[in-house]
């Protein structure tokens, strides 16, 4: 965590110094809390879930017992929920008990992972042998096991961070350290890449395109590694964005996209939330802000990295690694 802390703490500093925002929280636009039905997490001290319905946190969990930070959860349709926290990957049920959890091998780390089907999950873990691995949840068994490359074996914590498999039964991934969004298929051959310093996080969209996500801002590529649509900071700086990590694209055809705060950089590791940027924001084609999720109080649910729009028709995972489904 030291270097995310270091490579950050000016940011927040500055944002901090900035004073609140210029009257935007007391006009947000939208519906607030009631705009979507979510899953929430987000890179903190704490390990906090949060599911939003109609408004209200309708359930939420607090893991105590496990280390690091949450990089990435997953809803299921049955209500099971799998959490990467850094140090470990677990699955919990609605009623907040552990169906399954692997540990990260010692000086390693697991920063996602979903859902394939109903009895297995798909992550990746960071380190000196960092490699894509498929667990089967109900035999507790690893099924399948993939080297992948890294710039620095030793730098575990700059590797890599976000991965979603694609329509294609591909897997992509956000390298971080390798500044690249890299799709790999199920026998890890390389089959498509694409240049992205800063990159945090890459989704294949239903047109076949990228949308990469990071320091820089969000970018929308073609096939051929063509920028078609971008969001910067300088785009939504009113709301003083500054620290992208995940977007997605919605059927509307707008775009989500979070902004993540340091809390280990913050005085006493205490964000002021009335100072702190929305956790949230959808923004239009033509990049107007229509909806901001600014939730630091009543209820706060802290630092987002991580919001997945809840369908309870959705059923997320449908998805396939090869011939793994």
Do not use: C
């Amino acid at each position: 965590m030291a270097t995310t802390t270091r490579r950050r703490s000016t940011l927040l500093a500055l944002l901090l110094a900035a004073g609140p925002l210029t009257g935007q929280t007391s006009r947000l636009p939208g519906k607030g809390l009631a705009q979507y039905d979510f899953l929430y997490a987000g890179e903190a001290m704490t390990r906090d879930v949060y599911i939003v319905r109609s408004g209200k946190v309708a359930w939420e969990f607090h893991d105590d017992a496990a280390k690091g930070e949450i990089s990435d959860i997953q809803m299921a349709s049955s209500g099971n929920v799998v959490i990467a926290h850094q140090f470990g990957v677990k699955v919990v049920t609605p009623d907040k008990k552990t169906l399954w959890s692997h540990p990260a091998d010692e000086k390693h780390e697991i920063h996602t992972a979903q859902f394939i089907g109903r009895d297995r999950v798909i992550f990746v873990q960071s380190g000196m042998r960092p490699r894509i691995i498929v667990a089967n949840i109900a035999s507790n068994t690893i099924e399948r096991t993939i080297p992948i490359g890294a710039a620095n074996l030793a730098n575990t914590h700059g590797q890599l961070r976000h991965a979603r498999l694609t329509p294609q039964g591909t897997y992509l991934l956000a390298q971080m350290d390798l500044k690249r969004a890299v799709e790999i298929d199920e026998q890890g051959r390389e089959v498509w890449q694409l240049a992205a310093p800063g990159i945090w996080s890459a989704t294949r969209l239903a047109n076949g395109h990228t949308l990469v996500t990071g320091k820089n801002g969000v970018t929308e590529y073609s096939p051929a590694g063509d920028a078609v649509w971008t969001l910067k900071p300088e785009d939504v700086k009113d709301w003083r964005y500054g620290s992208f990590q995940v977007s997605y694209r919605l059927s509307n055809g707008n775009t989500l996209v979070n902004h993540w705060v340091n809390q280990w950089s913050a005085p006493d590791n205490k964000i002021d939330g009335r100072n702190a940027p929305p956790q949230w924001l959808e923004v239009t084609s033509d990049k107007r802000v229509v909806w901001a999720l600014h939730q630091w109080d009543q209820p706060n649910l802290g630092p987002s990295t991580i919001l997945q729009l809840l369908d309870r028709s959705a059923r997320p995972e449908e998805v396939r690694f090869g011939a793994i489904h």
